[in-house]
């Protein structure tokens, strides 16, 4: 089974700085997608950016980038010019092509504060 | 507003209870999920279905039951309600097609005492 590991609890980063939540997931797979999800306070779940695994290219969404290193199985997420909108619970996340369902399977979560 | 709708909002059970959530998507979704968020745990699935009549277990299945009658909705069943299963429960929806991602509802904040 695919797991995903995000090894920060908490982070936290002063407005327009640089932040960088890391994501590790375990897999034998070789098709899959990465995602990173935000949860605001409002408990909405909503897409920040994705990642094909069989794409070198990282992904870009305005300023949040994300650094993919297929082999060492790593799922970064950049968030630059950090905006106080930025405050939320962060979720990596991974699904299999290769398995039925198209079924999710999420990190612990990493909640990021931004102080002005 | 085209969607995922989840009912209801908050609910406080007692021990024992039984209830059932519902989810409900307008946009003829084949795939549908139920998941449960806990603290330090992210979001784990309980159940899912790939299609009207068809569900299948998911991460955490034990102690909830589903079903998929018609395809635009989702139901998730507690016949008695035990305190581990307090939890934030959210449904999420997905069509079938490469590509597309996931629509998720708002959530349900269950409170089991």
């Known amino acids: 089974a695919q797991t995903v590991t995000q090894s920060q609890p908490e982070m936290s980063v002063q407005e327009a700085e640089t932040v960088t939540l890391s994501c590790t997931y375990d897999?034998?797979?070789?098709?899959?997608?990465l995602f990173w999800y935000k949860q605001p306070p409002s408990r909405q779940m909503i897409l920040v950016i994705r990642q094909e695994a069989y794409k070198q290219q990282n992904a870009t969404e305005n300023r949040f980038s994300v650094n993919f290193q297929k082999a060492a199985k790593s799922f970064s997420l950049k968030i630059s010019d950090s905006q106080l909108g930025d405050a939320a619970m962060y979720f990596c996340a991974y699904r299999s092509e290769e398995t039925s369902g198209s079924r999710l399977t999420f990190g612990e979560g990493t909640q990021l504060t931004v102080n002005p | 507003n085209a969607g995922v709708t989840q009912t209801p909002k908050f609910r406080v059970l007692k021990t024992g209870q039984s209830m059932t959530l519902l989810c409900a998507q307008d946009?003829?979704?084949?795939?549908m999920y139920w998941y449960r968020q806990d603290p330090g745990m992210g979001l784990r699935l309980i159940h899912y279905s790939v299609g009207e009549g068809t569900t299948a277990k998911g991460e955490v299945p034990d102690g909830y039951n589903v079903s998929r009658l018609k395809k635009q909705n989702f139901l998730l069943g507690l016949e008695s309600a035990a305190p581990s299963q307090t939890s934030v429960y959210f449904c999420?929806?997905?069509?079938?097609?490469?590509?597309?991602?996931?629509?998720f509802g708002s959530g349900t904040r269950l409170t089991v005492v």
């Open positions: 897999t034998s797979e070789s098709d899959y997608y």
């Open positions: 999420a929806s997905r069509t079938d097609r490469v590509g597309y991602g996931y629509t």
């Open positions: 946009m003829n979704h084949e795939y």
